[in-house]
């Protein structure tokens, strides 16, 4: 298909989105990420039953503490699509990367570069 | 197990902000198996607390650790040689471990992470319900496994008060009424049975208590 997408997307592959934890989650934003998004099954498709709705139970856990601490819930979103939804999973990219661009970088990222 | 459920953030935060050097210390035992305050939910408020410090534009250091349990002396004095390095301990134990934690490190302010809840059991994850209120005195011989001190919103004793509907309390819909359940377990005849007046002595009504084992003291 050759799609094209964002190039500052940095994919990180788990063997199913159940595996993302709030800690994950946290811990990208710790360490500079502008925006972190989970693209899981489709919901009610999961080979492992649950774990997409684990995952989107976790990002919702993370936004809740983003937005307790001024980061902004925003940055992080969950996603579903199904495997052979290569274009849908190129649109995400553009949509993420759409909302980060208007909410700026992160600003923990910022307070570092300040701070070093 | 004591059932505990996490602070908000925000509240916290709010102890917390004027300090320089924050320990969040966690606890092995029943705040981890109700995910209150274990390992991960330290990582998560240490990295939640060191994001908001860092927003602020203030270097804070928050470090975090994870004690085998913190109602005993011989893990809490595990932390004994680093103690100097912090201005603050967030402890995530119950108000249990906060307090002796307290008590062994009174230079140091201690804050609770956790609301200390009940004793209770994980019904499955994401739910945990009393079922002890530690009277003191058991009686569940008695009354067929089922606690009315715990369960019975009035500690009635004998039988079911005239509030119990279709087998729930009046209290709540949702809560079942623990002299109906001793029916749905066949034990009607148990009714019958008068009981002598319960101690109450052993429970809150005679203070602060303690369990003395001189035989297994040193």
Same mark, same amino acid.
């Given at each position: 298909m050759r799609l094209q997408y964002p190039p500052d997307i940095k994919i990180i592959l788990v063997p199913c989105t159940g595996k993302v934890d709030v800690l994950h989650i946290l811990h990208a934003f710790e360490k500079g990420a502008d925006g972190v998004y989970a693209v899981g099954c489709m919901e009610g498709d999961c080979h492992y039953n649950s774990g997409n709705l684990r995952a989107r139970k976790r990002v919702e856990q993370a936004q809740k503490i983003l937005d307790t601490i001024g980061i &902004? &819930?925003?940055r992080a979103q969950m996603y579903n699509l199904s495997s052979s939804e290569g274009p849908r999973f190129a649109q995400f990219a553009v949509e993420m990367e759409e909302r980060i661009r208007k909410l700026g970088p992160n600003p923990i990222k910022l307070a570092k570069k300040k701070a070093a | 197990m004591i059932v505990a459920d996490r602070k908000p953030i925000e509240e916290i935060i709010e102890e917390v902000k004027n300090h320089e050097k924050i320990l969040i210390l966690g606890c092995n035992e029943c705040v981890t198996v109700c995910e209150a305050g274990g390992k991960k939910e330290v990582g998560v408020l240490a990295s939640a607390l060191r994001m908001y410090f860092l927003n602020q534009g203030r270097e804070v250091k928050v470090d975090e650790k994870t004690l085998?349990?913190?109602?005993d002396h011989e893990y809490l004095e595990e932390i004994r040689d680093v103690m100097d390095q912090y201005d603050a301990v967030v402890s995530l134990a119950c108000g249990v471990g906060v307090q002796f934690m307290a008590e062994k490190y009174h230079e140091c302010p201690i804050y609770p992470g956790v609301d200390t809840c009940f004793l209770g059991a994980t019904e499955k994850r994401g739910l945990w319900t009393e079922r002890c209120q530690a009277c003191g005195q058991c009686i569940l011989a008695r009354t067929g496994g089922i606690c009315p001190v715990s369960r019975c919103a009035k500690r009635i004793l004998n039988g079911p008060c005239g509030g119990s509907a279709k087998g729930k309390c009046e209290i709540n819909k949702e809560i079942d009424c623990a002299w109906e359940l001793l029916k749905a377990l066949d034990k009607?005849?148990?009714?019958?049975k008068i009981d002598s007046i319960k101690d109450w002595s052993t429970d809150r009504a005679g203070g602060p208590r303690k369990v003395v084992r001189e035989d297994v003291q040193e």
């Open positions: &902004g &819930g925003e | 085998e349990r913190q109602c009607l005849d148990d009714y019958e």
